[in-house]
């Protein structure tokens, strides 16, 4: 249990598909964080949320949208993707209360696959 | 863009060896943190550095923050089986308008023999 839980596990989706994965922390923590990992290349940070508002775009292409009702969950909403899409997507949580925001915490990922 | 450089990428190593590895960067940091991923998981944290010149230490795990503020090693001692995974590191200018934007090393994947 690493208070960082994601859903799905795996996903496989078409080029021309909707879906949303799905992250929820545990720890109380007020910022939230989505990840890309692919192979062979370093983790890529792609969106902030500092108490629910989004405070970083790292130059996301728009097929991706990211969702946070609240500190404690996050969404990242996909539409139409391409197969270089495919990777694992991490969540990650910290605590912003000592002005440090780190370290952060990850969840296990969502392994997706854009066919 | 701020880049880390992690070496070695991959270590093949006998059980109860020593391992070091590194990461280095042009930029200077001000929080470095050390995580393990293993197959199928998200990774976990290791060892967080918050000051230059920091030794900190989690059993069998030691990590330092370089005196530049742009470099640390993790060493581990007498490794064993579960060490096995990918190690990386991450640094990060906490505080401010920065917080939580990690920079990530590429990975050093661990094998060990028993």
């Known amino acids: 249990e690493t208070g960082v839980t994601q859903t799905p596990r795996h996903l496989v989706m078409g080029m021309t598909n909707k879906k949303s994965l799905k992250c929820e922390q545990h720890?109380?923590?007020?910022?939230m964080y989505w990840y890309k990992q692919s192979a062979k290349k370093p983790l890529e940070l792609m969106f902030v949320?500092?108490?629910?508002?989004?405070?970083e775009n790292n130059s996301v292409p728009s097929r991706f949208s990211p969702e946070c009702p609240n500190s404690s969950h996050l969404f990242l909403h996909l539409h139409t993707l391409q197969p270089e899409d495919s990777a694992l997507y991490l969540c990650?949580?910290?605590?912003?209360?000592?002005?440090?925001?780190?370290?952060?915490?990850f969840g296990n990922g969502t392994r997706l696959t854009v066919t | 863009g701020q880049q880390l450089n992690q070496s070695p990428q991959s270590m093949f190593i006998q059980e109860g060896e020593d391992v070091s590895m590194n990461c280095t960067s042009s930029?200077?940091?001000?929080?470095w943190l050390w995580y393990k991923q293993d197959p199928g998981e998200g990774p976990v944290l290791l060892i967080a550095?918050?000051?230059?010149?920091e030794l900190t230490s989690n059993g069998r795990l030691t990590a330092q923050f370089g005196i530049t503020r742009k470099d640390s090693f993790l060493n581990i001692s007498a490794s064993i089986p579960s060490d096995v995974g990918i190690y990386f590191c991450?640094?990060?200018?906490?505080?401010?308008?920065?917080?939580?934007?990690?920079?990530f090393g590429q990975g050093t994947i661990l094998t060990v023999h028993p």
């Open positions: 720890l109380g923590h007020n910022a």
């Open positions: 990650a949580s910290s605590s912003q209360t000592q002005g440090l925001g780190v370290p952060l915490h």
């Open positions: 991450a640094a990060a200018n906490a505080g401010g308008t920065s917080y939580g934007k990690l920079t």
């Open positions: 930029s200077i940091f001000n929080t």
């Open positions: 949320y500092n108490f629910k508002e989004q405070t």
């Open positions: 550095l918050y000051k230059a010149g």
